[in-house]
């Protein structure tokens, strides 16, 4: 994770799952031959109809903020 910046979510997230979809942390574990949905400590998921950060994860590049189409997400100084 960057230590300068990190990704917050607003509550008007409505759990889409583009973020998931679009986060390079995500598609690098994804490539992995073991890779497991259920098991991976993915940077960004869905749980419960909205988007959970795991900020030891998430290195802050913002490309899902960008993805967002109800700009839930956002990067901030840490």
Known sequence: MAKDKKLMQSDICNGCGICVSVCPQNIKLSKADDFDVNKAKLAISVT???????????????????????SSLTIVPA
């Open 48 to 70: 419960m109809g909205a988007a959970v950060i795991d900020q030891n994860v998430c290195i802050a590049c913002g490309i899902c903020t960008r993805n967002c189409p109800v």
